[in-house]
């Protein structure tokens, strides 16, 4: 076994405030000296950064990346006894939202390599109450999103792509939100793109559905107390576009050190070549934010315990399928998706941030290694 490690993160928030301080510093002392909390000038001047960035005509900051879903399907309309399609491998937001609205989420199984909804299956779950695709990008990568956008072309489907993980990801050289009617994106602290607290923002270049959720995050109101759609509180907060615009600036470097210590991660692992430890591969056309750096072991509870033993802090995105959580065990009871029901009781997500230096991740391999040689 080789000697015990200290001081990793599992994602080191602390050390990128320190290299981006004086800018961070700068921009939440500027809304500190103007005081307008809720809609201050931060949060425009974010959203047309943020549509420059994933090239799209509309970005709207909303509160959280549940909220970007949940205003992104009630801007389509969706509701009680729709069905909207999305994977049963992601976080319960993917599905929540659409419970939430009244309407069915209809799981499709993944693609055992990328973990992504697998296009190949979606035909057969398109039924006349189909009114929505929801594609996840999981783990910072987006899905076939051609062949998604084709067949929801064919049955006149809008898309929404759940970009939570993938904000910086590109297809194609498209950015990850420009990919579909709406994309959704989360700026969760530990997402790629992270804010101090909870942000979302959501992406079109539909300009009827941009005006329509904007509406909808300061509750359906179209003038100051003129309401003309039902909507909620789903605003982002000043402060939080204050944070993401000192980020914003950082971000594209942040990205390519992502790729970079991703790449650095495929590579150590594939050169030993162990016929244990799988990875999921970044597709063809795609570049992937890394969000998470997720392989594929047996006996993970064991894998996790050596690991943490010696100091390697690690995650599991995600133990347990959306179609096998009790909430959904008698909407969804007998359902079999064995790709996803495999990727759930397999994946490891290890520790990744862009100041992950490539000495920690040698470390971090052969620590992995030398776990799952002990508990074969
Ligand atoms: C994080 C996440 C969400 C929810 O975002 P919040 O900002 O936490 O509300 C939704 N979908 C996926 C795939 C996520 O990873």
Redesign the pocket.
Known sequence: MPAPVSGIHFIDLKQQYRRLKPAIDQRIQAVLDHGQYIMGPEVAELEEKLAAFVGVDHAVGVS???AA?QIAMMALGIGPGDEVITSPF??I??AETISLLGATPVFVDIDPDSCNLDPSRLEAAITAKTRAIMP?S?YGQCADMEAINEIAARHQLPVIE?G??SFGATRHGRRSGALSTIGCT?F?PS?PLGCYG?G?ACFTSDADLARKMAEIRVHGQSKRYVHTTIGLNGRLDTLQAAVLLAKLEAFPQEVRQRAEAGDRYSALIHKVGHPHIRTVPVTSGNTSVFAQYTVRVPNRAQVIDVLKANGIPTAVHYPVCLHQQPVYASTHAGLSLPNAEAAAAEVLSLPMYPDLAHELQIRIIEHLIAAVDSTL
């Open positions: 959280d990346g549940t879903l992601t976080f937001a993917s996840v999981l759940d939570a993980q989360s969760f997402k909870d979302g």
